[in-house]
């Protein structure tokens, strides 16, 4: 994966890699190190519909399908995992997707600096067609669940940020796994969106159901009470946590009559994919 700070300077556009704060969960589940992002928006559309708002200022986009390059004196390409941070006054850059949409989890964050820095380059040990699996996982009748999960909004646009959804922030968390690893039933320490940057696992709630992850994925997380789900990583895994308030994305959407490429618009039976765990 990469993080890259994009910005407009005097009229020409600057391209620099850089870190994505890592947080660390403390004994009362609190944060040590966060992006303070107030706003976030699921996206699939064009790549120059990602940043046409005048209204948003400095974004975070967050790539979960598509091919998005950036042409210019600066160019890059970026895909499933990478991280952009956008702040550009004018039309110098010019981003296009080889004709694709792009799928893209769009978030607010004024007022943030991002630190120049290098991420070590990790590969997602996962690779599958298709577009990004989106799932949530909640507590039904008093035992955990997985479903698939549908935004509440329409995702061929970038309405006005005040229309996004709300968030308290955002941070990464790194786990490098030698051998794959498991973390035994345990709950949600909030509402929060997983997006897989790096690496792949795997979840698991009290319904028998399975979800394998790779780069690109996300989990809406909601399980804040009773037993709560399995994980288990591989690899070196980077997950981005996007806190979501109680009063937030309590309504989920419905599957749309037509909505290609979506890992989770039907379950089915190849491992990286929602299956049902007969045992």
Known sequence: MQAVWVEDRSGSVMAADIELPLGAFGDGNEVDSTVPVTRVWLAHVPAPTLFARQDAGPILAVILDGTLRLEGTAPRRFGRGD????????????????????????????????????????????????????????????????????????????????????????????????????????????????????????????????TQTAAGDFMFVEDVTGQGHISRGRGDRRILFVTVPNQALRRVGSPPLSLPDVGSAEPRTEPNMTSLDPG
């Open 83 to 210: 991280v952009v941070f956008i702040d550009l006054r004018d039309d110098a850059a010019r981003f296009i997707s080889n004709g694709d949409l792009i799928w893209a989890l769009l978030l607010s964050a004024p007022g943030w600096t991002p630190k120049l820095g290098q991420i070590p380059h990790a590969d997602s040990p996962v690779d599958r067609a298709g577009g990004p699996l989106m799932n949530r996982m909640y507590v039904g009748g008093g035992t955990s669940r997985t479903e698939p999960f549908w935004w509440p909004g329409d995702v061929s646009k970038v309405p006005p940020v005040a229309d996004w959804v709300p968030s308290e922030g955002a941070f990464v968390i790194r786990t490098v796994y030698s051998v794959p690893g498991i973390a035994d039933w345990h709950r949600a320490p909030r509402r929060q969106l997983c997006i897989t940057l790096t690496g792949s696992g795997e979840n698991q709630t009290e319904d028998g159901v399975r």
